[in-house]
């Protein structure tokens, strides 16, 4: 039961999670789609940059992709 005091959302559960492992590009993907969701394109940007920098596949990018457009950067 010690997890469930990390979960508030998803998005506190993923950062505890990255200050453990900062080098998982799942978590930082999964982070970067949360921030996302919630319209934090620029915190978006940088975890997901930062999740293709340690595994480029097209999940990654896709976000990317979604953050550059809604900072209308691209």
């Known amino acids: ?3 469930n005091q990390d979960w ?6 993923a ?7 900062p080098d998982n590009y ?3 993907n999964g982070l ?3 921030l996302l969701n919630t319209g ?4 978006a940007q940088q975890h997901l940059l930062r999740s293709i920098q340690l595994f480029p596949n097209n ?3 896709d976000g990317l992709g979604i953050a550059f457009v809604k900072l209308h950067q691209l």
Do not use: S
Not at 8 to 13: F, G, P, S
């Open 1 to 3: 039961m010690i997890r």
């Open 8 to 13: 508030i959302n998803q998005i506190t559960l």
């Open 15 to 21: 950062r505890h999670d990255l200050a453990i492992n």
């Open 26 to 28: 799942q978590l930082q």
């Open 32 to 34: 970067g789609y949360e």
């Open 40 to 43: 934090d394109y620029a915190n």
């Open 59 to 61: 999940t990654n990018w």
